[in-house]
């Protein structure tokens, strides 16, 4: 009887993100039962399946850590504590089905046995079909004794549930998986999630969640009480504990800006670096226990002694809370900007309030996404297609940058190993004068239309300098764009 898989979990047992096997669900090559994949239809989709079969999802992987600014590390297997756990479950369960077996075949045996002396007691007119009851049973038997060995899909799976746990968040059935010495919390992050939290540390408690099904272990200390209540039905704090099976949680997430709180924190300068000659790269790191909150596509005021605050758009994921990265045009931010380009040490501090703006990405969107960025703008771009990445969306992504030469496209290297790496991503870079705004603006929207007959059905994200988003918005908007596809933000 096949066996039934979640989307993720059958995504990682192929090799494949999980974006791939939507596309085969979209295209009613595979067939989705509740979420899950027989897994028959998944081997006759990928039939050359093997254990070290993990090339794409690997290639996709290290391009996303690499884009997350994130070193990029060899996965680690669970703490001690888990893996054991973990191997207890699969044992218990091995042995649990082996005495069910064991069962099975006994009244098996004893069936046959009980019919041979029906027969022999038994008129000779109602012998011959005790007889044939006799051999179907005996046939049958042997073909359970024959059936050949678990296919690679079961043994990869079997191992999978030993590495990592697979978590399913109840009301919005968004899902990921826990990996190597990750909390719940930091796994769901890593996954693009928003769920709710404060403080990260296991003081504040905003991670409560309850768990529905599976089991979890403490594996962070942490100084919020949970009261008798709480523990009674189930609650633990995400940011102090793992999964050791399979769970089914029960936890908030964010939905919009509204539901995440103004934040204030100082964060170290980590690095600041030049992406071109006008444009540098500000990397911000937050103290462990104080991680900056926020959505793709928002932006926060920084601010240094001496040199004012100015506002910045965000341009790393949410998924990685504490490094934010900013990229500061020379000209842009007053004073604040000033001081980046002038040099600024690792011994500094800046201070970071936000976030602020609610950029509206549809985070459950069904439609292709185009993500249509002006000059500086790539950098809040590059945020939305990131998270984008860390939560495997099926949809087909376009990125048109234009900018001008000859430095405008300063990270085109990223937006083409993003194209190399994922197959339903296209990266399309125009080249603009930077003299006339709203004449480059309208023209630019004229091209994309002119390349892209499709765009109206596109949900459309626009960033960049507010005197090329307002003539672009207009001039897409009388193309025939709706209102609900399109957002553009000015930074």
Same mark, same amino acid.
């Given at each position: 009887? +096949?066996?039934?898989?979640?989307?993720?979990?059958?995504?990682?047992?192929?090799?494949?993100?999980?974006?791939?096997?939507?596309?085969?669900?979209? #295209?009613?090559?595979?067939?989705?039962?509740?979420?899950?994949?027989?897994?028959?239809?998944?081997?006759?989709?990928?039939?050359?399946?093997?254990?070290? #079969?993990?090339?794409?999802?690997?290639?996709?992987?290290?391009?996303?850590?690499?884009?997350?600014?994130?070193?990029?590390?060899?996965?680690?297997?669970?703490?001690?504590?888990?893996?054991?756990?973990?191997?207890?479950?699969?044992?218990?369960?091995?042995?649990?089905?082996?005495?069910?077996?064991?069962?099975?075949?006994?009244?098996?045996?004893?069936?046959?046995?009980?019919?041979?002396?029906?027969?022999?007691?038994? +008129?000779?007119?109602?012998?011959?079909?005790?007889?044939?009851?006799?051999? &179907?049973?005996?046939?049958?038997?042997?073909?359970?004794?024959?059936?050949?060995?678990?296919?690679?899909?079961? %043994?990869?799976?079997?191992?999978?549930?030993? !590495?990592?746990?697979? %978590?399913?968040?109840?009301?919005?059935?968004?899902?990921?998986? %826990?990996?190597?010495?990750?909390?719940?919390?930091?796994?769901?992050?890593?996954?693009?999630?928003?769920?709710?939290?404060?403080?990260?540390?296991?003081?504040? =408690?905003?991670?409560?969640?309850?768990?529905?099904?599976?089991?979890?272990?403490?594996?962070?200390?942490?100084?919020?009480?949970?009261?008798?209540?709480?523990?009674?039905?189930?609650?633990?704090?995400?940011?102090?504990?793992?999964?050791?099976?399979?769970?089914?949680?029960?936890?908030?997430?964010?939905?919009?800006?509204?539901?995440?709180?103004?934040?204030?924190?100082?964060?170290?300068?980590?690095?600041?670096?030049? *992406? =071109? +000659?006008?444009?540098?790269?500000?990397? *911000?790191?937050?103290?462990?226990?104080?991680?900056?909150?926020?959505?793709?596509?928002?932006?926060?005021?920084?601010?240094?002694?001496?040199?004012?605050?100015?506002?910045?758009?965000?341009?790393?994921?949410?998924?990685?809370?504490?490094?934010?990265?900013?990229?500061?045009?020379?000209?842009?931010?007053?004073?604040?900007? $000033?001081?980046?380009?002038?040099?600024?040490?690792?011994?500094?501090?800046?201070? %970071?309030?936000?976030? &602020?703006?609610?950029?509206?990405?549809?985070?459950?969107?069904?439609?292709?996404?185009?993500?249509?960025?002006?000059?500086?703008?790539?950098?809040?771009?590059?945020?939305?297609?990131?998270?984008?990445?860390?939560? $495997?969306?099926?949809?087909? !992504?376009?990125?048109? &940058?234009?900018?001008?030469?000859?430095?405008?496209?300063?990270?085109?290297?990223?937006?083409?190993?993003?194209?190399?790496?994922?197959?339903?991503?296209?990266? #399309?870079?125009?080249?603009?004068?930077?003299?006339?705004?709203?004449?480059?603006?309208?023209?630019?929207?004229?091209?994309?239309?002119?390349?892209?007959? $499709?765009?109206?059905?596109?949900?459309?994200?626009?960033?960049?300098?507010?005197?090329?988003?307002? +003539?672009?918005?207009?001039?897409?908007?009388?193309?025939?764009?709706?209102?609900?596809?399109?957002?553009?933000?000015?930074?």
């Amino acid at each position: 009887m +096949p066996q039934l898989l979640a989307l993720s979990r059958a995504a990682r047992l192929v090799g494949v993100p999980r974006a791939a096997l939507q596309k085969l669900i979209q #295209d009613g090559s595979l067939h989705s039962y509740e979420g899950m994949i027989s897994t028959d239809e998944l081997l006759q989709a990928y039939p050359e399946i093997k254990l070290e #079969d993990a090339g794409m999802l690997e290639k996709t992987t290290q391009i996303k850590q690499e884009a997350f600014g994130r070193r990029v590390r060899d996965r680690l297997l669970p703490p001690k504590e888990v893996l054991a756990e973990r191997l207890f479950e699969q044992s218990r369960e091995l042995a649990d089905v082996k005495t069910h077996l064991k069962r099975y075949h006994s009244l098996v045996i004893g069936m046959q046995e009980h019919l041979q002396e029906l027969s022999r007691q038994a +008129p000779e007119e109602e012998r011959e079909t005790l007889a044939r009851l006799d051999d &179907w049973v005996e046939q049958r038997l042997q073909t359970v004794l024959d059936t050949q060995a678990p296919s690679a899909l079961a %043994v990869m799976d079997d191992m999978l549930r030993v !590495m990592s746990a697979h %978590v399913t968040i109840q009301p919005s059935r968004h899902d990921f998986f %826990v990996e190597g010495a990750d909390t719940l919390l930091e796994a769901a992050l890593k996954s693009g999630l928003a769920l709710n939290y404060g403080c990260s540390s296991g003081n504040c =408690g905003l991670c409560k969640a309850r768990v529905v099904d599976g089991q979890v272990l403490k594996t962070k200390h942490h100084d919020y009480v949970l009261s008798e209540a709480e523990k009674q039905q189930g609650y633990c704090l995400m940011c102090s504990y793992t999964a050791v099976s399979d769970l089914t949680l029960e936890a908030l997430e964010a939905n919009s800006a509204s539901d995440i709180p103004s934040q204030e924190l100082v964060a170290r300068v980590k690095a600041v670096s030049p *992406l =071109g +000659p006008d444009m540098m790269l500000l990397h *911000l790191q937050t103290p462990r226990s104080h991680r900056l909150r926020f959505l793709p596509g928002q932006t926060v005021t920084l601010g240094l002694p001496g040199a004012g605050s100015a506002e910045f758009p965000i341009t790393t994921c949410p998924c990685d809370d504490r490094n934010l990265q900013f990229h500061i045009e020379r000209g842009q931010g007053g004073a604040f900007g $000033e001081k980046v380009f002038a040099g600024l040490s690792n011994t500094e501090s800046v201070s %970071v309030y936000g976030p &602020w703006e609610d950029y509206d990405y549809k985070e459950d969107g069904q439609h292709k996404m185009l993500f249509l960025a002006f000059g500086r703008g790539f950098g809040l771009i590059k945020s939305l297609i990131e998270h984008t990445m860390a939560r $495997e969306s099926a949809n087909d !992504m376009l990125l048109v &940058w234009a900018a001008y030469p000859p430095n405008g496209h300063y990270m085109a290297n990223l937006c083409r190993a993003w194209t190399d790496a994922l197959d339903n991503f296209r990266f #399309d870079p125009v080249t603009i004068a930077g003299q006339n705004p709203p004449q480059e603006a309208a023209w630019t929207v004229d091209k994309l239309l002119a390349d892209h007959p $499709e765009t109206c059905s596109y949900d459309i994200y626009l960033a960049g300098p507010d005197l090329y988003v307002g +003539p672009a918005a207009e001039k897409l908007k009388a193309a025939g764009v709706g209102d609900r596809q399109l957002v553009a933000l000015a930074v």
